[in-house]
Structures are given as structure tokens and as C-alpha cells.
């Protein structure tokens, strides 16, 4: 079982910058797969962006180039560095764990992107 506990969202402006944390019960280089998803209003959950254990990292071509996932095993927080924001990153951002083949959702946090 992992609790995950997202922090760091709010109200920004486009291209401004915000950074995502989740804090993960479980030490995470024992979490094979940790991640960021998001769900706008009205539509599906989506991939953001995920990082494996052995440093592999995929990003929805969405925010490549702009969006930076990274893994603290120290503080066993997984974060997201969102720069250049844009009004259509407006979402629900979640937190994503794979352990033992199971996922692991944190409860969310809202990211709104308005001028």
C-alpha cells in the first residue's frame, strides 16, 4: 500500500511557472514507475509525464519542452516543474504510483492557468 500526497498547485498566468510535489508513504526506489497525470474539465485523464526507477522518463508531447518530472529518493517526493504555462494545462494534476504491479493515486491538485 502507498499513500501519495500531491502539493504545489494554484492559480497562475500563462507563462508563468508552478512546481508539483508528491509525497509517497513508501520509499520510492522501491516504486518501479512514479508519474503525473491530469484531467481537465469535461475530459479524460491523460498522461503527463512518468519516470522509472531505471531513469527512464516520457513526457506527453503536450509539455515537452516545458514540463520537467524528478524523483528525490531523499525525501521520497516525486515532482513537476511546470514553466511556460499555458491556459490549457488547466487541470486536476494527480500523482501516480506503480508498485507491485498495482497504481496508486494521490487525491489531486488543481492547476489553473489564467490571465
Known amino acids: 500500500q502507498v499513500t501519495l500526497v500531491e502539493s504545489g498547485g494554484g492559480l497562475v498566468q500563462p507563462g508563468d511557472s508552478l512546481r508539483l510535489s508528491c509525497a509517497a508513504s513508501?520509499?520510492?526506489?522501491?516504486?518501479?514507475?512514479m508519474g503525473w497525470y491530469r484531467q481537465a474539465p469535461g475530459k479524460e485523464r491523460e498522461l503527463v509525464a512518468y519516470r522509472t526507477l531505471a531513469g527512464i522518463t516520457v513526457y506527453a508531447d503536450s509539455v515537452k519542452g516545458r514540463f520537467t518530472i524528478s524523483r528525490d529518493n531523499a525525501k521520497n517526493t516525486v515532482n513537476l516543474q511546470m514553466n511556460s504555462m499555458k491556459p490549457e494545462d488547466t487541470a486536476v494534476y494527480y500523482c501516480?504510483?506503480?508498485?507491485?504491479?498495482?497504481?496508486?493515486w494521490g487525491q489531486g491538485t488543481q492547476v489553473t492557468v489564467s490571465s
Open positions: 513508501e520509499h520510492i526506489f522501491r516504486i518501479s514507475v
Open positions: 501516480n504510483a506503480n508498485y507491485h504491479n498495482s497504481d496508486y
